[in-house]
T-cell receptor
Framework: ETGVTQTPRHLVMGMTNKKSLKCEQHLGHNAMYWYKQSAKKPLELMFVYNFKEQTENNSVPSRFSPECPNSSHLFLHLHTLQPEDSALYLC??????????????FGPGTRLTVL | QQQVKQSPQSLIVQKGGIPIINCAYENTAFDYFPWYQQFPGKGPALLIAIRPDVSEKKEGRFTISFNKSAKQFSLHIMDSQPGDSATYFCAASYSNYQLIWGAGTKLIIKP
């Protein structure tokens, strides 16, 4: 595997379910990100991890819980989601943790549908 | 202040035409302006980026034009091809802050 991989690619869950999204980067980067992508809206940054430490949490509801066990893996644990949480969830990685020139490399995303 | 406004929302151009996508910002501290390209089923990928010390940057058929005084920047695609059909996002950042993204433009190049 190369680049950034995400599993599953598609997920349908009920509002009372608990599920997890997984992201793995094979680029040797130090920072990893979770984004939410909704149609016709800017990408919403959710969480940033740099060297396994969370450096940003953009007022994300507690029903989203990130976990970064090492610099290569990132999880997003989901519980008691709402239908408005349905979106494409993108994982990205970069060498640094932001700033000019710090290119982010994205995975293909997990398409989440909350019923 | 932290927004990046992108237009148009969608754009249809004939093959060989020059689609132009525009972005505007308010925060004069922004000093890095990338464009990302996203194909269906894929994540965004960096296409081209510019710093405010230059007014234009070309990479192949893709050109960024930057107008610092107007606080605007735009993406031009020369000799557009059906394979350029994708969603394009502009973004901006400064210092150690994260990227601020535009809402995206869905571009369709008709054969």
């Amino acid at each position: 595997e190369t680049g950034v991989t995400q599993t599953p690619r598609h997920l349908v869950m009920g509002m009372t379910n608990k599920k997890s999204l997984k992201c793995e980067q094979h680029l040797g980067h130090n920072a990893m990100y979770w984004y939410k992508q909704s149609a016709k809206k800017p990408l919403e940054l959710m969480f940033v991890y740099n060297f396994k430490e969370q450096t940003e949490n953009n007022s994300v509801p507690s029903r989203f819980s990130p976990e970064c066990p090492n610099s290569s893996h990132l999880f997003l644990h989901l519980h008691t989601l709402q239908p408005e949480d349905s979106a494409l969830y993108l994982c990205a990685s970069s060498q640094g943790a932001g700033g000019p020139g710090d290119t982010q490399y994205f995975g293909p995303g997990t398409r989440l549908t909350v019923l | 202040q932290q927004q990046v406004k992108q237009s148009p929302q969608s754009l249809i151009v004939q093959k060989g035409g020059i689609p132009i996508i525009n972005c505007a910002y308010e925060n004069t501290a922004f000093d890095y302006f990338p464009w990302y390209q996203q194909f269906p089923g894929k994540g965004p990928a960096l296409l081209i980026a510019i710093r405010p010390d230059v007014s234009e940057k070309k990479e192949g058929r893709f050109t960024i034009s930057f107008n610092k005084s107007a606080k605007q920047f735009s993406l031009h695609i020369m000799d557009s091809q059906p394979g350029d059909s994708a969603t394009y996002f502009c973004a901006a950042s400064y210092s150690n802050y994260q990227l601020i993204w535009g809402a995206g433009t869905k571009l369709i190049i008709k054969p």
